[in-house]
């Protein structure tokens, strides 16, 4: 056995029994986009596909990190160790963030059986959707029973992230004028149980209307799920709420075990996305990396104008 | 892209420490020099901050501090040692009193930042002295005091 290979089973095993300082280490590896962690993850994926992964998204400010600290504390009264990976934007000017998610779950900052991790987007360049799947490839590969993705809900990279989640909580508030503020970032159909907080707010009862008649309508659209999502009224700060959102939150996966037409496609949608989000960040990698050895041959005739870029990048394809 | 590209730090109150206004301002400051900030807020214990420290694998932690509490600021460094995570200086910034930064330094805080300290100064220190955090890298930085 090589000593990479040595290293890497120690740091298997160590996952694998639930190191947690071995986990944040080999996080911010991926973080960085290192290229040497991915025998690692390849084992990893294999070895893994524990936990039940919940998406928690909505527009910032709505209280996803107050509600998963509800969230945490009612599955840890239930004995299940839970890890969070809190997804917040960077500045696009400096590239600095300001993570703020782990402050509202203060009251697990002790428990042995909570992992928390804030995560910076990076922006487009880090490829975040990479990232964020690698980093569930580790966490699914350790000893969590649940482990929740919070994203903000609102560019691609962000949403695309829920569809790792086989259960995804859709937040929303009353607040944010007459508009639902899901449809105005168009990702009203993505959630499997809906939440409105801030429900000490008096257009609580509208919002929670209107949500109710979005989903009727959309649910026509869609008539691969018979699952009907819920609409709960929650106030996070004050826990109110929580314990039908965690029956919502079970009964939907009771309804997916149900299934297992739709258990199986959930996971084929699942691999395939990965499948793809790898792709496109070793292609971008690829372009990026200044190494333009692999395009020999196919630059020349598209400079002359013998062959035009559809054709060429049309033949890289076919040989994929 | 910044100078502070992957750096990742901790800014933090510790104990009964409603202050949150320079914190808030320093945490500000990094994060447009490129820095990445876990801000922790107010109401942390030494063990907390130390719990998130290694869950998410910072290089620096930055405690504001407005009430006297300097003996949990040092319990936070000997605990980061007791953790083996003494690769990870911490600094400290509020209106600490001369004497008290100097035995603050002496018993291991990186550096103390007075009140009116230039964000370039900040930035610069935590940028130089930041943990690399897989080399495991510690310049010891002068204390400001
Ligand atoms: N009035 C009210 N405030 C809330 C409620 N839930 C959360 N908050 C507050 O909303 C702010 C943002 O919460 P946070 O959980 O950080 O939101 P996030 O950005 O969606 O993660 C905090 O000050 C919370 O205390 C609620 O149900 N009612
Ligand atoms: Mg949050």
Known sequence: MTNGARDENVTLEALCRGDVRTCARLLTRIERGEEAVIPLLQALYRAGGNGRVIGVTGPPGAGKSSLISCLIGAWRRRGLRVAVLAIDPSSPFTGGAVLGDRLRMVEHGCDDGVFIRSMASRGQLGGLARAAGDALTVLEAMPWDVILVETVGVGQNETDIMRHAAVVVLLQTPLGGDEVQAVKAGIIEIGDVYVVNKSDHPAADRTCRQLREMIARGSRLRPDRDWQPPVIKTQAHLGVGVAELVDAIDGCFAHQNADPEAARRYMSDRARHRIGEILRDRLDRRLRSGDEGWLEGSIEPVVSREKDPYTVVAEMLSRL | ?145
């Open chain 2, 1 to 145: 892209m910044s100078a502070g590209q992957g750096k990742k730090v901790i800014v933090s109150m510790i104990g009964l420490d409603g202050h949150t206004t320079g914190g808030e301002i320093v945490a500000r400051i990094l994060r447009d020099a490129g820095i990445e900030v876990v801000y922790l807020g107010c109401n942390q214990t030494p063990e907390m901050i130390v719990r998130a420290a290694i869950q998410e694998d910072v290089d620096l932690i930055g405690i504001s501090s407005h009430a006297s509490n300097y003996g949990q600021i040092v319990s936070l460094v000997e605990l980061l040692k007791r953790n083996g995570a003494e690769d990870v200086p911490v600094v400290c910034g509020g209106n600490v009193p001369k004497h008290q930064a100097r035995l603050l330094i002496e018993k291991g805080v990186a550096a103390v930042f007075p009140p009116g300290s230039g964000a370039d100064s900040i930035i610069r220190f935590v940028l130089g002295n930041a943990r690399g955090a897989t080399a495991g890298l510690c310049v010891n930085g002068e204390g400001i005091a």
